[in-house]
């Protein structure tokens, strides 16, 4: 049976000049998938052991973790700054001094002997001292001191605290005075140099302990492939 | 000027002290060799015209004030 009622009428046909219906923009995700970050780096593994060879010797601890080039730019990097610098001071810039016959530190109404009252005299042996092995015969020195000897027991003259001088003494005997006075300047420039290679040192021995500041993406993952992340 | 820096002088032990604080300093910050020797260079660039800045402002004052 047929129906009365006439059927609605069909749209238009869409001219072929209107710009079709443009599908609903997709929804917006409230967080960024996963897979779009770039991949995060592992953790950080500290590296004790080669944080104290590069102590010992700068750069030992980077060519221990197979970073030899590094390494070897460490090693003759400080070592040349160091051993640069105690020539400069014509090698006798780098001690700690024998501090018996001097008043010693008092912290809090408390004497402090030994160490603590020898690196306040001479505060630039805490920042000589992290070159590491170059610095300890100076603390052979200062374990064997004698005031009586112009010499030590093993290293003679090397890192031993120098006399501090008279005014009789003979021209060729070299003396604090003497170095300070002779030195153009160039003897206090080279214990800075000798600080200087200790205190990087430090940096290299943390390069050694938790790698560089920038670290790289392991090899074969880009930071903006999200296809190599695994 | 030049008599003073051509005589022995604790500016000539100076170049020994940017290279190796430039390398050592960028080679801590980064592993690749490129970044590291990038690095150094600006580390060096910088540093030296520090030095040179105030080696002109010390001059100047010594010589006209």
Known sequence: MASDTPAAPLPPPPAASDPLPLPPPPPVPSVIPRTELPPALPPVKLDYPAAALSYLIPGLGQV?????????????????????GMWMGQWRNVWLPDVSDMPPLEIAGSRMPGVPSSLYYRP????????????????????????????????????RMP???TANDPPERVTLNKLQRDGNKRWDLGWVYTVIAGVLNLLVI????????????????????????? | MMPALLAMSIYWDL???????????????????????REGLGWGVRIAGFLIGIGLVLYVLSTYI
């Open chain 1, 163 to 165: 006399p501090e001088g």
């Open chain 2, 15 to 37: 170049p020994v002290l940017l290279v190796v604080v430039s390398l050592v300093y960028a080679a801590t910050r980064h592993d690749r060799w490129d970044k590291i020797l």
């Open chain 1, 124 to 159: 630039q042996f805490m920042g000589q001292f992290w070159i590491g092995v170059a610095a300890w015969p100076a603390l052979v020195q200062f374990s064997n001191f004698d005031p009586a000897q112009e010499t030590g027991p093993i290293f003679g003259a090397f890192q």
């Open chain 1, 64 to 84: 221990y973790q197979g970073r030899i080039g590094k390494g070897l730019l460490f090693f003759f990097g400080l070592y040349t700054l160091f051993f640069y």
């Open chain 1, 206 to 230: 943390y390069d050694a302990l938790a790698g560089p500041m920038f670290r790289e993406p392991p090899a074969g993952r880009k930071p903006d492939d999200p296809s190599s992340a695994s």
